[in-house]
């Protein structure tokens, strides 16, 4: 079954930098876009980056661009979330997704947490 395991989330200062992984299986991961959210305590859950099974395009929320960077090593099955310039407001708990496809539903994580404060 569709497994999707995400690491890397912790406590940061404003200012600092975490990466987050997220390892995936049971599905052709290479074929699949895939993307990161995140939820805010008593927020929606909010797309934060996708990109393209062969990671040859990618997208941001406006509210990370120039500060998040998302990659994939399809060799490995694992895509990544580089976020850099942490704020406190990127507090959150963040998720790896599978992008949906006919037959196949969304698939999500357990979440990692990230907390910026000084």
């Known amino acids: 079954q569709v497994q999707l395991v995400e690491s890397g989330g912790g406590l940061v200062h404003p200012g600092g930098s975490l990466r987050l992984s997220c390892a995936a299986s049971g599905f052709t991961f290479s074929t699949y876009a895939m993307s990161w959210y995140r939820q805010a305590p008593g927020k929606g859950r909010e797309l934060v980056a996708g990109?393209?099974?062969?990671?040859?395009?990618?997208s941001y929320a406006d509210s990370v661009k120039g500060r998040f960077t998302i990659s994939r090593d399809n060799a490995k099955n694992t895509v990544y979330l580089q976020m850099n310039s942490l704020k406190p407001e990127d507090t959150a708990v963040y998720y790896c997704?599978?992008?949906?496809?006919?037959?196949?539903?969304?698939?999500w994580g357990q979440g990692t947490q990230v907390t910026v404060s000084s």
């Open positions: 990109i393209t099974g062969a990671g040859g395009s990618t």
């Open positions: 997704s599978r992008a949906p496809r006919s037959g196949s539903p969304r698939s």
